[in-house]
């Protein structure tokens, strides 16, 4: 018994390193942007984190924010970290097939960047 608490705290912790992917894999925001998005993909509900583009805004300065958008049809969202001057969006598969229960997800990790920021 208590080797499958081992195994399963391992798969744990490699299956939130693979769900990284993509062809951008860079996360803004240092360490502290790399875990928010650990704790993202810590969700048991969270397939695949594909960041994109790390791009640039007008203004300045600033901390690092994090807010998780509304889901598609399939259920899908999208995370949107914001540091200084730069902005990036992290797609994030997820296992659902609605957008009803991509809402609710959506509204379990603002919930979780809420406490985390």
Not at 13 to 38: C, D, E, P, Y
Not at 102 to 113: A, P, S, T
């Amino acid at each position: 018994m208590t080797e499958n608490k081992i195994n399963l705290q391992e798969n744990t912790q490699n299956s939130s390193k693979n769900k990284l992917g993509g062809v951008h894999t860079t996360v803004i925001g240092g360490r502290a942007g790399k875990k928010l998005v650990k704790m993202i993909s810590q969700h048991p509900e969270i397939k695949k984190l594909i960041p994109s583009v790390i791009s640039v805004k007008g203004i300045a300065g600033g901390s690092l924010t994090g807010k998780v958008l509304r889901a598609d049809a399939r259920g899908n969202l999208r995370l949107l970290l914001s540091e200084g001057r730069s902005y990036q969006e992290i797609r994030l598969v997820t296992t659902v097939g609605t957008a009803e229960e991509g809402d609710r997800i959506m509204n379990e990790l603002n919930e979780i960047l809420k406490t985390a920021l």
